[in-house]
């Protein structure tokens, strides 16, 4: 009997491709005319170049996103820098810094006040002890946020960019396996990395390409209307689209948007191809090959701002950085229910991986993965999904 698995974002294709490398004949469906959801690429006519819809950067220690890009023969397709190393600029005074990570477990960068965040000192780094211990209800700024420097240069921007949720009523649970799983494991699991070409060319069309390589039926532009109690089906579609085919099913009902801007200029990538932009709109700059590319996180909070005043605003703490001149063509692109909003309430209404149904399992960012709803969330909840539909 086949398996369908319903949804072609990263969740279902890990679990495609998972279930396929067992022996089992799946047939992946789609409602969008192009797989990927979230993390895809497309021609924008405008800027005449290829631009993904939101910009991803992932680590090295990200197993299950490295183990994909392994599987489908696109391990190569990432670049970034060869060690852990994290750029940044203060908009307030322009100065640029560098986080260098040491390689190994034990964390001895802490130590040189060069390879550590500015104004800190080596007590305050005891701080992520506290991460450590955080409960189920603690969030991220009560917990951290009295620690100086350290929390308003570091600590704020990646649990922004790693939540997607402002801090004050952000968990830190997720935060804490984010940082247990990269910097906590040592430097060698914090080398950032990021589609040298596309989303699409690293992760969505390899994908394919290898499930019909390996028999599967793929069908796009199709959509499921119904679940069947009998046939074996892994779910992987946006929680409101799964409560709609679940009925009864608890889903995380607040979610939280990403506003992303592509500017048509060529930047010179510096020692890593992306820099944190620290005290302005603009949070993450990556210098792509034909484009600068800014995400906004949590940008719930601008959602009230036209999206040309954003695109100046930005360009203007782009020029104070970068030197740049006046502003070029640009896009800017809105994932308006990006994420949930990853509050302790919200993390509360995440399912696990089995339903009532036996036949029926959910994959998805948005299930219970104790990680933030990532890249790396979503194909490890296509792989337990996948798993899970195979051993019953």
């Known amino acids: ?24 004949h799946v047939v992946l469906s789609e409602s969008a005319p192009a797989a990927g959801g979230r993390a895809r690429s497309y021609h924008d006519k405008s800027l005449g170049c290829r631009i993904d819809n939101g910009n991803h950067l992932l680590l090295s220690g990200n197993r299950a996103a490295m183990d994909f890009l392994a599987r489908i023969g696109a391990q190569h397709s990432l670049t970034g820098p060869a060690r ?19 390689h190994g477990r034990i964390p001895w960068w802490i130590a040189v006040p060069s390879r550590r965040v500015p104004g800190t000192r080596l007590g305050d780094y005891r701080a992520l ?32 960019a790693a939540l997607n949720t402002m801090p004050e009523v952000a968990a830190a649970q997720p935060l804490q396996q984010v940082v247990a799983q990269s910097i906590g494991r040592g430097g060698f699991a914090a080398i950032p990395r990021f589609a040298s070409i596309g989303l699409s060319e690293s992760f969505i069309d390899p ?41 009864g099913l608890v889903v995380p009902n607040q979610f939280e948007s990403i506003c992303n801007l592509h500017f048509k200029h060529t930047l010179p990538p510096g020692e890593a191809g992306f820099w944190g932009l620290i005290g302005g709109m603009a949070e993450w700059v990556f210098a792509r090959p034909e484009i600068i590319s800014v995400t906004i996180s949590a940008a719930n909070r601008y959602a009230e701002i036209p999206a040309e005043d954003i695109a100046i605003r930005v360009w203007a703490e782009l020029a104070r950085a970068f030197g ?6 640009h896009r800017v692109v809105w994932e308006r229910r990006a994420t949930l909003l990853a ?23 948005w299930t219970d993965t104790g990680l933030p709803a990532t890249i790396e969330g979503a194909i490890r909840s296509g792989n337990k999904a996948a798993l899970a539909l195979a051993k019953s």
């Open 129 to 160: 002890l506290r991460l450590r211990l955080a409960g189920a209800d603690a969030r991220v700024a009560p917990l951290l946020g009295a620690c100086g420097p350290l929390y308003r240069n570091l600590l704020e921007p990646l649990a922004i």
């Open 343 to 365: 509050t302790p309430e919200q993390l509360a209404r995440r399912p696990q991986t089995r339903t009532a149904n036996p036949n029926l399992v959910l994959a998805g960012d």
């Open 207 to 247: 994908a394919l390409a290898w499930l019909q390589a390996h028999g599967a039926e793929i069908r796009l532009g199709h959509r499921v209307a119904e679940i069947s109690d009998h046939q074996p089906t892994v779910l992987a579609v946006p929680p409101w689209a799964a409560a709609e085919l679940v009925p």
């Open 84 to 102: 852990p190393i994290f750029p940044f600029i203060n908009l307030a005074d322009g100065a640029p810094w560098c986080l260098r990570l040491n």
């Open 1 to 24: 009997m086949s398996v369908h698995v319903i949804g072609a974002g990263l969740a279902g294709l890990a679990a495609a491709c998972t279930l396929t490398e067992r022996g089992r």
């Open 324 to 329: 740049l001149g006046a502003m070029p063509a």
